[in-house]
């Protein structure tokens, strides 16, 4: 019988996989518990076969051990979960999504909390078995898929009743950070306390912020449960099933004995950024940079900027860069400023990819390069930024080393008009004008005028101009002489030409040459050439006779003017969230350009 039994281990693919490691010299299990681990799995008990799968895997043989899970899987959910694992990461089996949400789910049902939280994790990824694929259809197909809620809020709350930190952390998630729908600010709130209590990291961070936003209310230590939706809570990131319950687990409880929320918030938050959370040092940078001005605690912000850039965290990088763009907190260094927001910008940053463009596009520290800046403000562009939009339109329409494009400005200067720039609108409206780029339009110019009029004083005076001319509108003088008044009374000189000589001449209502001075003189000035001109003549004749209409006001070409690279926003801790994004790219209002195309 023994003999029987050596010549079928002898024979059995178990026996040489349990040799062959050893042979080569790399077994990370000692060769007599592979031996047992062999002999029992080769009997058909599905304990045995896990353990050997397990042994195996730990040794590298993954094929050997996918073989050993997959005939265990059907009855041990740590089977199946492992085996999930496998096809998830590709280890022993082509990667496949779909077998590894069936074999997740099989755990799951069966009650394995590993798996419910890795569902619940994949699901908020896009990643989930209610998203079937045909059966020639690549894996691809999760890619861009907006997260499922509902399968990740059921799988969370499963895991969440075992007291799993992993899961609380994500329940927490869901009903802060999820659609209106499930959301509930105080339910989220009190799981994220739970796993802050059990020392998890990611568990610290939302409380943290649950305390800053007040989600709170009185204090809750209970189990949590489901509730009416309650106000809106920003996203806070999403956080990583497979990190969430890194922290100090000799600090089970930090900031337990304070009263006050926000010290409770500043500990909680020391506590995740010592446990390494990237975003943990982001917000305190951001609580420190926003301290009572007699504080002096920029360097503090910038140094938790620092290592949460160290640590690979987008905003932070692009917070020290702009700390060491304009010296807050650190020296100046306009080079190691831009190295950072590059970095930012190349992992996806859309603000650091338009001012990186910036510091290209105007002479600053670094050697002006319109090249580099164009294709910056393209990334961003593509990306939703309007401000880029706006920014590589005009440096199409300018050229700068590499030739201009009229239809390429054109197009750009439309999408950030589209998303709202109010000196994009007025520089297409110009275009459509002068048929720059795109044919004459003067209905659509009125249109993108009248869209800038109350953010550009240029965008009134030519809107006036259409009107007093009738172009893309009815002709109305008395409309026409408003609008250049107000534009006037905005600073705005070529419009304080034109209602000047309005007011000479009695057109748009009555005549008041004595108004008409003052326009003059202010406008002379400060340096308009047309209102020296008109002075002279006024003065040149004691019975002044009508000023000829001042049609074509000289007018300044389109130019790229200085894109200002802002102070980094100081953020309100009072709301619930300390901003994130850095203020949209600013570029100095643009005239009118009446002689752009010349």
């Known amino acids: 019988m023994h003999t029987r039994r050596w010549r079928c281990l002898r024979d059995s693919n178990i026996l040489r996989s349990g040799w062959r490691p050893i042979i080569a010299g790399r077994a990370n299990v000692p060769w007599i518990r592979r031996l047992n681990h062999s002999y ?13 799968g397990i042994a195996l895997a730990d040794d590298g043989m993954h094929i050997d051990a996918v073989d050993q899970f997959h005939r265990a899987a059907g009855t041990l959910p740590d089977a199946a979960f492992r085996l999930g694992r496998c096809y998830l990461l590709g280890l022993g089996v082509p990667a496949g999504p779909d077998a590894a949400l069936h074999w997740f789910t099989r755990a799951a049902c069966g009650g394995h909390v590993d798996a419910q939280v890795l569902l619940a994790s994949l699901a908020l990824q896009g990643i989930s078995s209610d998203v079937p694929l045909g059966l020639f259809e690549a894996t691809t197909h999760y890619i861009g898929r907006p997260p499922d809620y509902q399968a990740a809020l059921h799988w969370a ?10 899961a609380q952390t994500l329940l927490g998630y869901i009903l802060t950070a999820g659609p209106e729908a499930l959301r509930d600010a105080r339910q989220g709130a009190a799981n994220y306390r739970l796993a802050a209590e059990q020392g998890s990291a990611q568990g610290q961070l939302g409380w943290a912020l649950a305390l800053l936003r007040d989600d709170a209310g009185a204090p809750d230590t209970g189990a949590p449960d489901a509730g009416a939706p309650d106000a809106s809570v920003p996203d806070a990131g999403a956080p990583d099933a497979a990190n969430a319950g890194s922290g100090n687990p000799d600090n089970r409880q930090p900031g337990a004995a304070s009263r006050d929320p926000r010290a409770q918030a500043y500990e909680m938050l020391t506590a995740a950024a010592a446990a390494g959370l990237p975003t943990a040092h982001y917000i305190l940078g951001t609580l420190a940079e926003s301290a009572p001005p007699g504080d002096d605690q920029l360097a503090v912000a910038a140094e938790h900027y620092r290592t949460g850039a160290e640590l690979g965290h987008p905003p932070s990088e692009v917070r020290y860069g702009l700390a060491l763009l304009n010296g807050r907190g650190v020296k100046r260094d306009t080079l190691n400023g831009e190295t950072w927001l590059r970095r930012a910008g190349l992992a996806g940053d859309v603000q650091a990819a338009a001012l990186v463009g910036d510091l290209y596009a105007h002479p600053s520290d670094l050697a002006p390069n319109f090249c580099e800046a164009a294709l910056w403000f393209e990334r961003a562009a593509q990306a939703g930024h309007p401000g880029a939009a706006r920014a590589l339109g005009q440096l199409c329409l300018r050229g700068g080393g590499f030739g201009t494009d009229p239809v390429a400005a054109v197009r ?11 000196v994009a609108a007025h520089d297409l ?11 004459c339009d003067d209905a659509e110019a009125v249109h993108w005028f009248r869209f800038a009029i109350d953010t550009m004083p240029a965008a009134r005076y030519w809107y006036g101009r259409m009107l007093a001319e009738g172009r893309g509108v009815a002709a109305d003088q008395t409309a026409a002489r408003a609008c250049y008044l107000e534009a006037a009374a905005e600073g705005n000189d070529d419009a304080a030409i034109a209602a000047g000589e309005m007011l000479v001449n009695g057109r748009g209502g009555p005549a008041d040459r004595p108004a008409a001075m003052r326009l003059f003189n202010d406008a002379a000035a400060r340096g308009h050439q047309g209102a020296r001109y008109a002075l002279r003549v006024l003065a040149a004749e004691s019975a002044a006779p009508a000023v000829a209409p001042v049609r074509d006001a000289p007018v300044p070409d389109l130019s790229v003017r200085d894109v200002a690279v802002p102070d980094a926003p100081v953020p309100d801790v009072s709301v619930p969230v300390p901003d ?7 570029v100095r209002d643009v005239a009118a350009m009446d002689e752009v195309g010349s």
């Open 40 to 52: 029992h799995a080769l009997r058909g008990s599905p304990a045995a076969r896990l353990a050997y």
């Open 157 to 166: 709350r499963e895991a969440a009743a075992t007291g799993s930190a992993e």
């Open 412 to 422: 750009w200067l439309r999408v950030a008009a589209d998303a709202g720039d109010a």
């Open 429 to 439: 409206a110009i275009c459509l004008v002068h048929a720059i780029g795109t044919p």
């Open 580 to 586: 994130v994004a850095v203020r949209d790219v600013a």
